[in-house]
Structures are given as structure tokens and as C-alpha cells.
């Protein structure tokens, strides 16, 4: 009978039964092997999918997607999906509750996932010490009593793929000890599989809503962050870039006692960056630390090339120690990027434009990064402004774009969302998962978006200097070149203080007028008494 029925509509029915059947494994006695358990964690996310699978067609069908009926059951999907994603990751942890934390980070998806699967950043259990000290012991050689002073049973930190725990050497200084938890390299493995099974699955159901370039992503950043010695690289590489900066601080590495899964650090005191009551209290301005870790990372994308690419709060530090009464300390360089020299100069090229608003430059960029179709969201995403915008940077859109940019949106559909994501390139994707984390972080520091995008501004016409570039010595071309690249960031400098000069005049014109008619009419009262 089932033979009979569309293609698509008999996969429906097949991936249903097969939800009805894992959903009764769940019930089932099962071991603690780890075969055991990846096949009941499949089974949660197979029985998961098809239930949301099943809920997104039926709830929709016949129902065209430009209609205002059509924008409310999704919604209501959506949030509905999230929250049984939410309930997958949180039984099945590990891998899941990562995949979680990390799309909820992202801004490319829709607003109910987000925020529903947010709630995942402070859900981690760690592990039992005995579990740990087995790692330690096998990794290391010795017994963690022969190695330290002292060492903290109790973790200071916990993650989805690893701990930290706190520790004195013998010769007297403290350390951080981060260890991988034991098998969890072949429990990611499994999931990743499953993940790329169902995204393909999805993919096919619903043409519309591509997910792969998502699990891509994914999979790269968590297999990244398993590799401790890759890692232990990546601070270095890092306190290279940084040498010559009193605010930032990196972590020293202490080799000897670093393998592929356990990575041991220097200990730096501190608290979270986006603790502004303790900022307050040791009064240090926090829109001044959002200022610098905002040249901070400016600094990485546009002029080094070598991206930290997972700054939430809980990885960046603010310690009293420091020149400028503060300093920033960079934790976790598990998911770090090399951009391409390419890409980096075309990236500082685009926020050029974007500031400048050269719509031009920014279609000739789009095409260059694979979304020209799509050149007109660009200025929407970085910078908050429609490509035709008439407002300061840093300034909200007038009413005017504000209808404009509704109605473009209402044009967009899902395909066009999936188009765009799968056509960027992978240095891309991260840029926008890095600047999403930073932009929640100023925000909660109490900047203003000015602060952003001035900092992207300058730190871009640095990065396209000869300075940050191969192009140097005493040639003529040089020369010439290095006077351009300064030339150039004193014009962007100078067009970004005029035109915010010309709406503060602009302001200033409006707020004399209002005075002076309030000031007219009292004075037309007094005379008329």
C-alpha cells in the first residue's frame, strides 16, 4: 500500500514508523557500552527529526509561503522544533549540547532557535575526578599527586568535550589543566555521521531548508577543538600576534605536561568580560574594555589573519593586571582560523565599502565571496544600514528604509536563506559566528554600535596598509603604495567624522528650533496677559 504513494510522502511515512520504533527503544534496557549508547542516542535524534520533519509539512501544507497565515504557523514550528532540539540535546549531552551552543550563536537562523537553544551555554555536568585522574594518569605517565602541589578535584570550568581544573606545580606555579573526556573523539564521530545523515535527509524533504552547510561547520569547529596539541599551537601562535599588546594576555603553555588531550596553561586571575557589576566595582568603564576587545578582535580579522573563533564571555577574561588598569585575557583557541591572504584583503575591501556605502565595491565583493545575488543584504548584516541609506553609520534606519527593507524581506524565502549560507565561504561563516558572540558582549557592555563599526573601519584601512602586507622595502612601488594605504585611512577617517559632524549639526538645528518655538510661545503668552 505504502508503494503506492509519492515518493516523498511514502519517506514521510517510512521515517515516522521508524520515530514511533526509536522513540520505543528509549524505553529499552540498554548497556553502557558505547555502541549501546550511540545507538539510543541515534534513535532520540532520528525519532526527533521525523517528528519535526512530519510537523513542518503538515502544518504548512497548502498554505502559499507569502501569506501572513503562513509566517505565523511557522513561527509556531519553529518554536516547537526548537524546544524538542532543546529536550535532544540536553538528554543526549555532549556532542549534542556543543551543536547546540553553537547554533544558538548564530544569527542566519531563525530567532525561536536561537533563543530557545541559548539556554544550553550553562548545561554542562562535568565528569567524576576518578574518570579525569584516569586520563591524567594515562596521558601524563604519573599520578597527579606526583606531578603537583596541589591539584583542585573540583573542575573551575566545564565544557561539552573537556574540563578545567586548577593546579600548582612543584616549582610553585599555577596552572590550568584542561582534559578531554575519555571517548569522546569516537562519540562525536558517531553523531557527526548521524548529523550529516539527517541534515541530507532534511535536505531532501524539504529542498528549501538546507542545513549541511551548518553540520560542515560544525564539524570542523568541534573536530578543531579535540585536537589539544593543535590548540596548544594556536596560543602560541596567538601570543606571537600580540607581543608587542600591554592589554592583551595569553595564557603560556607548558609543554611537558601537554598531549593530545590533556593541555596545561598558565593560570590567569580574572573574571568573565561581560561582568559589569564587577567592572563597575573595580571601576573600570566598561565601554572602554568593549572598545578593546573590540580592536582586539579587529585586529585578528584585518590585520593578522588568524581568527579566535569562539569569544563568548566565558573565554575572554578582564583581569585587574595591566598597564590601562585592566587587561584581557584569551582563553580557549580551540576553534582558531587562518583566513586566506585573499580573503583578508577583500574583507578589509568590504568594510571600506560598507562604510562608505560604495555600492558598487560592495556587488563587485558580493560576487567575489559567491552571493552577488545577494549584495544588497550585506550592508543589512555588518553594518545595520540598507545599501541605499541616507542615515549615519551607527545610526538607526529612517522610517522610509525601514518599509523598504520589510518588504525585501517578505520577497525572501527559505531557499534564498539556504542559497545564501551554503554559497559563502568557509572563512565567512566564522567572521559571522565570531562577530555575532562579540556584538552580544559590547552590547552588554553598553556601547554604542558607533564603537563597532569605527573599530572595523580603521582596523580594515590597517589591514589594507603596506604595513599589514608583503609589499615593502624602499622601492618606489612600495612607497607608493604605503602612501596610498595611509592616504586612504585618513579619507575614511575623515568622511566617518564629517558625516556624523553633519547629522550632530543637523540634530543641533532641530533641537535650537524646538527651543526657539517653545521660547516664541512663551513669549506671545507674556503679552497677551
Not at 18 to 46: E, K
Amino acid at each position: 500500500m505504502v508503494s503506492k504513494f509519492p515518493a516523498k510522502a511514502t519517506a514521510a511515512f517510512c521515517l515516522i514508523t521508524a520515530g514511533c520504533f526509536t522513540s520505543q527503544a528509549n524505553l529499552l534496557p540498554f548497556s553502557d557500552s558505547p555502541v549501546s549508547q550511540g545507538i539510543l542516542r541515534s534513535s532520540r535524534a532520528i525519532c526527533t527529526v521525523a517528528i519535526t520533519v512530519a510537523d513542518y509539512k503538515y502544518s504548512l501544507y497548502g498554505l502559499p509561503n507569502d501569506c501572513d497565515e503562513y509566517r505565523r504557523l511557522l513561527s509556531e514550528v519553529h518554536l516547537r522544533s526548537a524546544k524538542r532540539l532543546l529536550k535532544l540535546c540536553e538528554i543526549n549531552k555532549g556532542f549534542y549540547v556543543k551543536a547546540g551552543q553553537f547554533v544558538s550563536s548564530l544569527r542566519q537562523i531563525p530567532k525561536e532557535y536561537s533563543l530557545t537553544l541559548s539556554s544550553l551555554q550553562d548545561q554542562v555536568v562535568p565528569y567524576d575526578f576518578k574518570v579525569i585522574k584516569e586520563v591524567l594518569v594515562s596521558n601524563l605517565g604519573q599520578d597527579p599527586s606526583e606531578l603537583f602541589t596541589w591539584f583542585n578535584e573540583q573542575p573551575i570550568a566545564a565544557a561539552s568535550i573537556a574540563q578545567v581544573h586548577h593546579a600548582m606545580l612543584k616549582d610553585h606555579q599555577e596552572v590550568a589543566i584542561k582534559v578531554q573526556y575519555p571517548g569522546i573523539e569516537k562519540k562525536i564521530k558517531l553523531d557527526t555521521r548521524i548529523m550529516y545523515s539527517l541534515s541530507e535527509f532534511v535536505a531532501w524533504f524539504f529542498p528549501e531548508f538546507r542545513f549541511r552547510w551548518l553540520v560542515s561547520e560544525f564539524t570542523e569547529a568541534i573536530s578543531l577543538e579535540l585536537d589539544f596539541v593543535q590548540e596548544a599551537r594556536n596560543f602560541e601562535t596567538m601570543s606571537n600576534n600580540f607581543r608587542n599588546n600591554k592589554v592583551v594576555r595569553i595564557p603560556r603553555i607548558f609543554w611537558d605536561l601537554t598531549t593530545n588531550q590533556v593541555l596545561t596553561m598558565q593560570f590567569c586571575h580574572g573574571h568573565k568580560v561581560d561582568d559589569v557589576v564587577f567592572l563597575k566595582g573595580m571601576k573600570i568603564n566598561p565601554e572602554k574594555v568593549a572598545k578593546k576587545l573590540l580592536e582586539v578582535f579587529a585586529e585578528m580579522i584585518f590585520v593578522h589573519g588568524f581568527l579566535h573563533g569562539d569569544p563568548h564571555p566565558g573565554n575572554i577574561l578582564v583581569s585587574i593586571e595591566g598597564q590601562g588598569g585592566f587587561s584581557l585575557v584569551l582563553l580557549d583557541h580551540g576553534i582558531c582560523k587562518k583566513l586566506d591572504e585573499v580573503f583578508r584583503l577583500e574583507y578589509c575591501q568590504l568594510w571600506k565599502a560598507l562604510i562608505l556605502l560604495d555600492s558598487r565595491k560592495i556587488q563587485h565583493l558580493a560576487e567575489r565571496f559567491g552571493v552577488g545575488k545577494y549584495y544588497r543584504y550585506l550592508p543589512i548584516i555588518f553594518s545595520g544600514r540598507t545599501i541605499d541609506s541616507k542615515s549615519g553609520i551607527g545610526k538607526g534606519m529612517l522610517v522610509e528604509e525601514q518599509k523598504k527593507l520589510k518588504q525585501h524581506l517578505k520577497a525572501l524565502k527559505m531557499e534564498d536563506i539556504s542559497s545564501f549560507m551554503e554559497s559563502l565561504p568557509s572563512n565567512f561563516l566564522i567572521i559571522l559566528r565570531t562577530d555575532e558572540l562579540l556584538r552580544s558582549t559590547v552590547s552588554k557592555l553598553d556601547a554604542s554600535k558607533w564603537v563597532r563599526l569605527l573599530t572595523y573601519g580603521k582596523y580594515a584601512s590597517l589591514g589594507l596598509s603596506p604595513k599589514s602586507n608583503p609589499c615593502s622595502g624602499l622601492t618606489s612601488f612600495a612607497l607608493y603604495t604605503r602612501l596610498i594605504g595611509n592616504i586612504e585611512y585618513i579619507l575614511l577617517r575623515l568622511t566617518i567624522g564629517v558625516m556624523n559632524l553633519v547629522l550632530w549639526m543637523e540634530k543641533l538645528k532641530r533641537c535650537l528650533n524646538k527651543f526657539y518655538g517653545k521660547m516664541s510661545a512663551a513669549g506671545k503668552e507674556a503679552i497677551s496677559r
